[in-house]
Structure formats: C-alpha cells, structure tokens
C-alpha cells in the first residue's frame, strides 16, 4: 500500500473544524474589507530567495524545489506573502482606484520541517496584507483583524506580543549595536547561530536553541536604538490599540524570523496549556521595503498568517465544538417504486434547498433506519407500497417523534412548516398545527 508523505496528513474528521475557521475567515474578513486574493502553488525559486531571504531557515533548508521539464527552478511556495507581493507588482494593483490595497488569502504552504504535534510539511496559512499605507492606524487594524477572527472562533485567552525594530536607519543602529553586544561570546552558541552571526545577525534572536543563553537573553533591544520618527509610529500603533481595547504585550526580544520586517513586528500565542511550545498560531509585521526589493514601487506594506493547524488544536484543546453536520430529510423506501417516488421527491427537496439523503444499497428498513440515526437526519420520509399506492408520504419528525401523513404533493410544505415552527413567525407556527 501507498502511505502519506511525511509530514502530511489526510483531513477528514477536523474538516467540520477547517470549515468552522474557513468561515470565520470569510466573514471577518469582510467586516475589515480585505478582498480574497489566490496565487500559484508554486513560483520561481529565485521569488523566495529575494523576499524571505536567502539565510532564513526557510530559504536555506526548508524549501522544496524542484527543475521543471523545462529547465525552470520552481519552489512550491513556503509561505504566502511572497507570491502575494508578486502579484500586486504584476497586476499593477499599485495603480488601482482603490487605495490602500487590502488582501487576505488562504490555502497550503510548504516546508521541509521536522514534523511534530503543530509543525507539517504541508500546512495551511490565512494571511492578510495590506499595501500603500505607512498609517500606524493600518498596523494596529491588522493586528485587530487577527484579533477579532479569533473572538469570532472563540478562542480566548489570546495575548498579543509585539516589537519594532524601525525601519532602514534604526535597523542598521540595532544590527551594529548587536554585533557588538555578540562579537565576544559567539564561539558559545550553535552551530546555525555562528553562520548566522555573519550572514544575519538579527535571526540569532529568533533561535529555538540559544534561547535561554545569557548572551541571548542580555542583548541590546531594538527599542533603545529607533531614530524618533520610528518611535512614534510604534507609540502610535499601541495607542490604536488601546483605543480598540486590544491587549498586548511589548515584548522586546521579538525580531521574527524572516528578512524584511521593518517596524512593528507581532506574534499572537495563546495559553501554554493549549499548545505548548508550538503555542504561536499568528506571525506579522510591516514590511516597507520589500515591495521595491522585487522590483516594484516603493510601497509600504503589513500583513499577518495564521497556522490553520494549530489553530484547531488550539480549538480542541479548549473544547471548543463545531456544529454537528445535521441534515433534514433521510428517505425511507420499500420496493422499486417507492425508491422511483422518492427520487422525485428528493429532488424537488433538495432544489428547495433541504438537506436530504436516500438509501443505494437495498438495505431493510431497520438498517435505513439507522443510517437516518448516523446520518443525524431531523426527518424520515417513509415511501412503502401503501404510500405508493395511495400517492401519500409519511413523515417523522426526530425532534418530536410525532408522524404525518400527507400526500406526496404536500410533503415538501408540512416539512418547511415543521422546520419553522418556533422560528418567531406566528402564520408558520399556525400553519404547522
Ligand atoms: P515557528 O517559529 O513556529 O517555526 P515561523 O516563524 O516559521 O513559526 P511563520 O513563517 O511566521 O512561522 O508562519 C506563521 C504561522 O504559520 C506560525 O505562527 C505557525 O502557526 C504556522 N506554521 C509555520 N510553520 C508551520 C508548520 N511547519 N506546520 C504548521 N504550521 C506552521
Ligand atoms: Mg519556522
């Protein structure tokens, strides 16, 4: 037999769970105005190694790439703001009437990972980005945006960190000051860290192994190091958010592990008990510059991603259900002709826009019996030779257990006011008597 690949995985029963947040997404999103926006699954290698940067731990060891026929280095995409950020300079969207431009999407990234409990090879993202706007206001939305699709998923106990590094000139402050600060104990880090050390000082901060080594923990922040420009807008940001009652924390040995954040950086976690140390279900932060590094206008830009997997462990593990997939109407039949009449009927209903299933495998009527049961069936629709022969339906109504019997004509009706009733309409709570 053929198994999975390593690191990913079927979704069958947490599909009431994906579609809960698919939802959620949808709705929220709305409510904030970002419009959807799809990208390839893949992109030329060359996009990712200019926008993630070429010594992140996803460029350098966590990509899957593959040549094409064609001789085309292709990679299949990591994470999603590279392809979006792509899009937006090929589609001109720069240039659109409306302004700033607000995007979410949503779908599977890719990355060679060790796999464990909320880290998969393949994995699923919502993210947002907005363009054009340096607005500290535009920050905070997108933080709010974040937050609000996880009030809508119920997800409490939620906290909000954030840091700024500045843009261009604090930036090069910070990195010099950490130079400074790591020059004299780099032999006593990893072995990822000393490359690091070189290529890009700053990813040393986000390291999952030096984490607790005093060197580490010691470090200059990037706060004390922002040119006053930079601090207003960070002081800005959290002002919006506690205008918008959000709570956070200023954390300020955030850093983020990708290459072209600038400014307010933030990652949203929720309870330890809930996830454990895979417990950051949210990463964002402003990117000004890297709308230009791929060749398109200087253009401002912030964005967030959500890790769909762990957000629904985070879902389970605060018991968090979703709504038992119910359907309306399981059709009963005895013989050929009352399966041809409850094929007709089906239809009808299903056009009517109830929710129905019938038996395909000659089963008795014990056993359809119970498939209505497993099929969690709010109605039986028993079509047997006398209903046949006198043109009738019986319908049972599961919540009640109380049994009509109209004629086949009728059915559809007696079910609709049977679904109304107690809905606040009094004609239909009449009608149903
Ligand atoms: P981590 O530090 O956990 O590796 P990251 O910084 O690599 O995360 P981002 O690139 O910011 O993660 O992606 C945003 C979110 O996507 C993460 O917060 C996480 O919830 C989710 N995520 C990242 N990698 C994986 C993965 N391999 N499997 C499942 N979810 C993932
Ligand atoms: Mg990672």
Do not use: W
């Amino acid at each position: 037999m053929i198994t999975k690949m390593k690191g990913t995985y079927d979704v069958i029963e947490d599909i009431g769970y994906m579609q809960e947040i698919e939802k959620k997404m949808m709705t929220v999103s709305r409510l904030f105005q970002y419009r959807e926006i799809r990208t390839p699954h893949f992109e030329a290698s060359s996009l990712f190694h200019r926008s993630v940067g070429e010594t992140t731990d996803i460029v350098s060891k966590e990509t899957y790439d593959f040549i094409d026929r064609g001789k085309r280095d292709n990679t299949l995409r990591p994470e999603g703001t590279a392809g979006v950020v792509r899009a937006f300079i090929e589609n001109k969207l720069y240039a659109d009437k409306v302004q700033p431009q607000k995007y979410f999407y949503y779908g599977s990234m890719f990355r060679y990972e060790r796999p464990q409990k909320g880290r998969f090879r393949e994995f699923r993202q919502f993210g947002a980005e907005v363009f054009g706007s340096n607005d500290p206001l535009i920050d905070a939305e997108v933080i709010a945006y974040a937050v609000t699709f996880l009030k809508a998923l119920k997800i409490k106990d939620v906290t909000v960190h954030l840091n700024t590094l500045g843009d261009q000139e604090s930036k090069a402050n910070y990195r010099e000051a950490l130079i400074n600060h790591l020059k004299g104990g780099v032999d006593g880090l990893c072995h990822d860290c000393q490359k690091r050390f070189h290529d890009n000082p700053l990813r040393i901060l986000d390291c999952k192994v030096d984490q607790e080594n005093p060197l580490l923990i010691n470090a200059p922040h990037p706060i004390d190091y922002l040119i006053d420009e930079d601090r207003a807008h960070f002081n800005n940001v959290l002002d919006a958010l506690k205008a918008m009652q959000i709570n956070y924390e200023v954390d300020q040995r955030l850093v983020r592990g990708l290459d072209y954040y600038t400014h307010t950086v933030f990652e949203i976690k929720v309870s330890k008990d809930l996830l454990g140390n895979q417990n950051t279900i949210c990463g964002g932060g402003r990117y000004n510059n890297l709308v230009e590094t791929l060749g398109g206008p200087v253009t401002p830009a912030v964005g967030f991603a959500f890790g769909i997997e762990r957000l629904i462990v985070a879902l389970k593990a605060a018991n968090i259900t979703t709504p038992d997939a119910a359907m309306h109407v399981y059709f009963l039949t005895l013989g050929e002709a009352a399966r041809l009449v409850a094929t007709k009927l089906m239809q009808r209903f299903r056009i009517g826009g109830l929710m129905c299933n019938m038996d395909y495998l000659d089963k008795s009527m014990k056993a359809q019996f119970k498939q209505s049961d497993h099929q969690n069936a709010r109605f039986v629709v028993i079509i047997g030779e006398q209903e046949v022969a006198e043109n009738t339906v019986n319908i049972k109504d599961q919540n009640t257990s109380e049994s009509y019997t109209v004629s086949s004509g009728d059915a559809y009706h007696k079910i609709m006011e049977l679904l109304l009733q107690g809905s606040g309409c009094e004609d239909c709570d009449k009608g149903a008597k």
